[in-house]
């Protein structure tokens, strides 16, 4: 025995030395869920640049992206063959081996298909909208500049200078020819002599030589304009412009016939042998032979007096034509001294093969050939400073490159809430089945499926839900795009849909990256799913973001922020500190922290909810929001995503309706009430008639405005632009005259008091500078030399018809309002002898404002006869004329289709979020119907669980939306900013009758699984999953 | 413990420790296990709930790696294996037969399909593939419900689709975790035929975790577990082959770790009024070392 246990105790030494030395069974403290690759990660980040080099075009993102992914792909390499290096086997699997597979995990997982599929759609559709619409926005300028239907040719006309006095009467000049020549013109098919400027040299007086050197009189100046085919076709027999690179140069040169006589020029022409044209100039005794392809066409320069014999003739001779080319600028030149005065010189593109070019490559071929024409002036020794080649093509082509880049910013912008909605739904749902396709790939797993085998299916599924969501997609956004185009009604008339050639592989491959982007990290989590879930969770880190709480710190920072700059008075350096630095930075905390705090505590908010309930009540509510626990993370993220689209569309109702609440309270505070009527003689009475005569009038008061401009004010002796002072009736005005409760912390009643007890009222932010308060004298001047004492009675923000301009300006006050009682007006300030008056009308409501101010203004122009006239503006007028810019006209479309993806993203996220929960809660359901609970028990208590959810989502959307919407107005229209500010001014009813609709359609989506699962029998229940 | 030449399953020394995330609490799972299952035997590994049975199946399985301790399983070192490697293990090696059906069958394939599928991933031809996929299904019973998924298959039915499933690839050793646990008497007893007609018919090794005590009369060997070691094993002393499992002769031994500690089964203890103390008598005629009861001094 003894042997046997020395045997056995060296057996077990040997054994224990055996494992020190084989000790390779490892602690698995800590899991081994794979790092990921730094090159993965680089590789990723390459190419969402390359996707937002392919959004917003800008070179630089392709260049680093490509950069990115090269970096990536060498460490990708190097790491693949140090795996190899070191005699790590890897699986045999073929391609050809997965394809099988791939195939039948598809077909197994059609519904978790849907999940990266529909959510993609939208975005894809969204990205694609931006395209199409820039584009067709684009084609449809560009047609509207060429003329639909016009082949478009420019033409660069008139390289030359001309003095001011010249242009008018050249212009006026042109009208007449065209008027005079109109049809001689047509009918040789001709549509545009193009003869609008003439050009002029003139010289020193003692020098009737041209000197390159200093330019004295010699300019260039070339304008450019849009002819037709035929002229062009025309012109097209002409000798080219020389060391050009555009064939179609050439150059044509008017001469004034009427100078040429005044120098005593001769002109001959004659044909020659050859049939071609001579002309020979005479000038003090030089001849100059001008050769064959160097002819002149002589011209009369004032066409009003035209010799009808001179054009008809020049028409005849040509056999129609009036232009003549000239082939180069230098023989122009080299002419000068014996032709000294006006000439035409053009030139021409033909760029035919341009019209299916984008404006801003056609912009650049213009610039470039005005660069050679400079390079070559400048190598034929002219001053190039004195030079203006100018375009009038290339202006309206740059103006409408503006409007363009204009457009496509503000789509971009707009369209963010849109992506980041149908993206945020991708990553739901992609979420919501993570954890069911973790417990497919647990059975796999123990069947033995490689890593590869995994990743190919995943990856496969991935690519195939790209492809279907990018066709649907694409397709989709056609009509989307011009349902954008027409509605907003950017063009007059109805526009078409342009496809640019590059949209039909940018945007697969957007949605490839996109794809990838949602897709990488969750095929690489659960393709290392560990098949016990026990482990699996152990190793479970929070996202470093959710660790550090920086989600509560954004928000509560943001909102912080916010909320001080609301409530908190502040000066005005200060102010425009936080209005122009802080606000911003705390607005996009409080955006982007706000969604995933809600994402941390919605969760504790069910579990208070349901305890609360069940406490209290214990009824099928409180049983929905006890079952809700057991999906509540996903609930939560659904919450998000509800919150998130009614925030968006909650500033989708409200800034159309807070503009247009503002044009009507910026026409207002201009005219001062309804209507306005200045130039009135307050001491002549008949001037008020039409007024008291008209009996929609309900109220009128009348006001004097006088101002002093540049006088020392105050103990620190700042100087201010304006002292402006208004005397008011203190009696009628609060009647008459617009008011809104934010011009004042104090009442306008109180305010109409003080005046009538002979106070003034002062701008508050005058007070500050003046260092003086409310109640106390304030010494005010009169006029440069005398001052008058008044009490301070009250002050006030913004007072109506007080500035010339609507705009506050930041750091220091520049004009100063003060107002007056009009007795006291009318007694210190009598100096000034202003008698006229404006009177401030106020009309009943629903009163038709055009009938009025047309009835006024015949009244008062009979009144005024033809001596006087007074200046008659209504509000309305000014609403009118704030006409909607394209740019709001397109955003308020954009903001209407806002209102589409939030409803549609809530119905597929609460629709996709019941499908999948219920189909995994079979078994509780089967719990219920053992117990006793019908199905239509049932069915109402899982319609309840998407009525908690929805409800709490919506409101907390509206709320926030609210919150944002107002923190955004503040900034932008804040002290600093136009005047009255821009408010918050939503649609209640229209807001309360949208969420009622996001929240029926969520609840409809829900209902119907519910009524699915609730209809089931129970043995089958029970017996399933 | 020697290490046998004829064992498919060598476990020395393995310790598995678990760490609670939320509480921090770290509880032992397996305690130290030695194990060796001969190649073509069938065996039990018999122990209440929370004994660590599943566990160590798990371990034999490649699904989890121990803690601590080597584990060897038709000669691969799983606890030195990783990532593919142990998935081409358990594509090659081992069959896993869980206790619910929904951890062995995809839900919504057939069960032609679920058993296709398994021989797909092993690369298969198709050829093979439905050859074998119909052998097996008919071999289990299933020859009239092949096409008809989880949900229209009764308990024992599904079960059986799932040994057919872990049967696909060809393995060596078939893993079984409470095979029966969710099935009534009658189709206890059949899932315990075919696996034992599997071990005789196709020499396969299958390793059962239960705590049906029936298992222990129906196998070469069964390991009784107890708070994460092995308490004690019973094992067949005639050759199974040839007589019915009811008539074998079995005998009770202990095991003894690498300490020299041996568990005395509790009948034995109340038998023979084992309390505190044991004394050892050697017989150095016999060469037998006898273990009586010892008094307290």
């Known amino acids: 025995m003894c042997n046997n246990s020395e045997q056995w105790l060296n057996r077990c030494t040997l054994v224990v030395n055996y494992n020190m030395s084989n000790n390779t069974g490892y602690n698995r403290q800590n899991g081994n869920n794979q790092p990921k690759p730094w090159s993965l990660r680089l590789f990723i980040l390459g190419i969402n640049l390359i996707l937002l080099f392919l959004i917003l075009d800008t070179p630089l993102l392709q260049r680093i992206g490509l950069i990115l992914i090269g970096i990536s792909l060498v460490l990708g390499c190097i790491s693949y063959i140090k795996h190899r290096f070191n005699g790590n086997t890897t699986t045999n699997d073929s391609v050809r081996d997965i394809f099988p597979l791939v195939r039948k995990y598809l077909k197994v997982n059609r519904r978790f298909l ?90 020193s007086s003692h020098s009737t030589d041209w000197n390159p050197q200093t330019g004295a009189g010699r300019g260039l100046r070339m304008r450019n304009e849009i002819i037709n085919k035929q002229e062009f076709q025309l012109l097209q027999q002409f000798p080219t412009f020389p060391n050009l690179d555009y064939s179609h140069n050439l150059t044509l040169l008017v001469l004034d016939s009427y100078r040429i006589e005044e120098y005593n020029f001769t002109v001959v022409d004659q044909i020659s042998e050859n049939h071609s044209l001579q002309v020979t100039l005479e000038y003090n005794n030089t001849v100059i032979d001008i050769p064959v392809e160097n002819f002149w066409l002589l011209t009369n320069d004032d066409w009003s007096y035209a010799n009808d014999h001179d054009m008809r003739y020049l028409m005849n001779r040509y056999e129609g034509t009036t232009i003549i080319p000239n082939k180069s600028i230098a023989t122009v030149f080299n002419v000068s001294g014996i032709v000294p005065s006006q000439y035409l010189m053009r030139g021409y593109i033909d760029y035919s093969s341009l019209v299916n070019q984008n404006p801003t490559q056609i912009l650049q071929i213009i610039t470039n050939m005005r660069n050679d024409l400079y390079t070559y002036l400048d190598r034929q ?205 705390a607005l996009l905390l409080f955006i982007f922290g706000l969604p995933l705090f ?140 617009y008011w809104d409760a934010s011009f004042s912390t104090t009442s306008l009643q109180r305010l109409m008091d003080a005046l009538q007890q002979g106070k003034v009222l002062v701008q508050s932010d005058a007070l500050d500078v003046l260092d003086v308060k409310v109640g106390e004298d304030i010494l005010l001047p009169i006029n440069r030399t005398d001052s008058a004492v008044h009490n301070v009675g009250g002050s006030f923000k913004y007072w109506p018809r007080s500035l010339d301009h609507l705009y506050r300006i930041a750091t220091w006050v520049s004009d100063v309002i003060v107002i007056l009682p009009m007795d006291v007006f009318n007694t210190d300030y009598s100096i000034y002898n202003v008698s006229t008056v404006t009177a401030l009308a106020r009309t009943s409501n629903n009163v038709n404002q055009t009938a009025v101010l047309e009835q006024l203004k015949e009244d008062y122009r009979e009144l005024g006869g033809q001596t006087l006239s007074f200046g008659i503006s209504s509000a309305q007028e000014f609403l009118e004329s704030y006409q909607v810019t394209d740019q709001n006209r397109l955003m308020f479309t954009i903001f209407d289709t806002l209102l589409l993806v939030t409803a549609i993203t809530s119905v597929i996220g609460v629709g996709y979020f019941s499908f999948i929960t219920l189909s995994e809660r079979k078994r509780e359901i089967g719990v219920f119907r053992a117990v006793g609970m019908v199905s239509t028990q049932i069915f109402v208590l899982l319609v309840i669980e998407a009525l908690v959810l929805a409800l709490s989502s919506i409101i907390l959307g509206d709320l926030a939306g609210i919150f944002v919407t107002d923190s955004y107005f503040m900034l932008i229209g804040s002290d600093v900013g136009q005047i009255p500010p821009l408010r918050l001014r939503f649609n209640a009813r229209f807001t309360f009758l949208y969420s009622l609709a996001i929240l029926l359609l969520s609840i409809i989506s829900a209902a119907i699984p519910a009524r699915i699962t609730a209809k089931q029998q129970t043995g089958s229940i029970l017996r399933a999953e | ?175 079984a975790d409470e095979p029966t646990g969710e099935l009534d008497s009658e189709t206890t007893m059949e899932i315990i035929s075919y696996l034992q007609d599997i071990n005789a018919d196709m020499g396969l090794t299958v390793v059962v975790v239960t705590h049906d005590n029936r298992f222990e009369r129906m196998t070469n060997q069964s390991y009784n577990i107890l708070d994460g070691s092995i308490a004690g094993m019973r094992r067949s002393l005639s050759n199974t082959r040839k007589i019915k499992w009811s008539d074998a002769q079995r005998e009770e031994v202990g095991v003894v770790n690498q300490f020299g500690m041996v568990r005395i089964p509790n009948h034995l203890r109340e038998k023979y009024e084992i309390d505190e103390f044991v004394k050892f008598i050697e017989d150095e005629a016999t060469g037998r070392l006898y273990i009586v009861p010892a008094e307290h001094r």
């Open chain 1, 114 to 203: 849907l999940a990266s599929t529909l959510g993609l759609i939208i975005a894809i559709m969204v990205i694609s909208q931006i395209y199409v619409v820039s584009e067709s926005t684009t084609g449809n300028i560009y047609s509207e500049i060429f003329q639909n239907g016009v082949t478009p040719f420019t033409e660069i006309s008139q390289i030359g200078d001309y003095p001011g006095s010249d242009v008018t009467n050249l212009h006026m000049n042109r009208n007449a020819i065209e008027m005079k020549y109109n049809d001689t013109l047509q009918e040789y098919g001709i549509r545009s002599m193009g003869m609008n400027e003439f050009s002029r040299y003139y010289f």
């Open chain 1, 381 to 585: 020794n002219f001053n190039i400073r004195s030079i203006d080649i100018s375009s009038q093509v290339s202006q309206r082509l740059q103006q409408a490159e503006s409007q363009l880049q204009s457009i496509k910013f503000l789509l971009t912008i707009l369209s963010v809430p849109m992506m980041i909605l149908a993206l945020y739904l991708v990553y739901f749902s992609l979420n919501l089945v993570e954890i069911r396709k973790q417990k497919q790939v647990g059975v796999m797993k123990v069947r033995g499926v490689s890593t590869t085998q995994l990743r190919m299916m995943l990856g496969a599924e991935a690519v195939f839900a790209s492809i279907i969501a990018t066709a649907i997609g694409m397709a989709l956004s056609l009509p989307w795009s011009y349902y954008i185009i027409n509605k907003s009604g950017i063009f007059a008339s109805n526009s078409s849909i342009f496809l640019p050639k590059n949209w039909y592989w940018k945007m697969p491959i957007i949605g490839l990256i996109l794809t990838m982007d949602l897709n990488i990290w969750s095929i690489l989590s659960i393709s290392e799913t560990k098949i016990e879930e026990s482990e699996a969770a152990e190793e479970t880190k929070e996202p470093f973001w959710k660790r550090f709480y920086l989600d509560v710190l954004a928000t509560i920072i943001g909102a912080g922020i916010l909320l001080t700059m609301k409530f908190v008075n502040f000066d005005r350096t200060v102010d425009a500190f936080f209005t122009y630095q802080i606000g911003p930075i």
């Open chain 1, 598 to 737: 809600v994402s941390r505590y919605y969760s504790t908010f069910l579990t208070i909810l349901s305890d609360f309930l069940w406490k209290r009540t214990g009824n099928l509510v409180a049983l929905a929001t006890r079952n809700m626990r057991k999906n509540k993370f996903s609930a939560s993220k659904l919450a998000v995503l509800l919150m998130i689209g009614m925030m968006f569309s909650f500033v989708a109702i409200s800034v159309p309706n807070s503009l247009k609440s503002w044009n009507q309270d910026r026409a207002h505070y201009e005219v001062g009430s309804d209507f306005a009527i200045t130039g009135l003689d307050s001491t002549n009475s008949t001037h008020f008639e039409p007024l008291t005569n008209n009996t929609d009038i309900t109220a009128i008061t009348s006001i004097k405005r006088i101002t002093v401009t540049q006088t020392m004010l105050g103990p620190r002796e700042r100087p201010y632009n304006n002292i402006i002072y208004i005397g008011i009736n203190s009696s009628t005005y609060r009647q008459a005259a």
């Open chain 2, 1 to 175: 413990m020697i290490m046998s030449t004829e064992a498919i399953i060598q476990l020395n020394q393995v310790t598995k420790h678990y760490k609670d995330p939320s509480s921090d609490i770290r509880f032992q799972a397996l305690r130290g296990v030695d194990l060796n299952i001969k190649e073509g035997s069938m065996a039990a590994i018999i122990g209440p709930s929370g004994a660590g049975k599943s566990t160590l199946l798990n371990i034999l399985g490649g699904m989890i790696a121990p803690s601590t301790g080597s584990v060897v399983v038709d000669n691969h070192p799983l606890h030195s294996l990783q990532g593919d490697q142990l998935n081409q293990f358990r594509r090659e090696v081992t069959g896993f037969l869980w206790q619910i059906p929904e951890r062995n069958l995809l839900p919504s394939m057939s069960a032609l399909e679920n058993v296709k599928f398994a021989m797909e991933i092993a690369n298969y031809t198709r050829e093979e593939r439905d050859k074998r996929a119909n052998y097996l299904l008919h071999q289990v019973g299933l020859g009239d419900r092949m096409d008809h998924t989880l949900a229209k298959l009764s308990g024992g039915e599904a079960q059986r689709c799932g040994l057919a499933v872990a049967l696909a690839n060809e393995p060596k050793i078939l893993l």
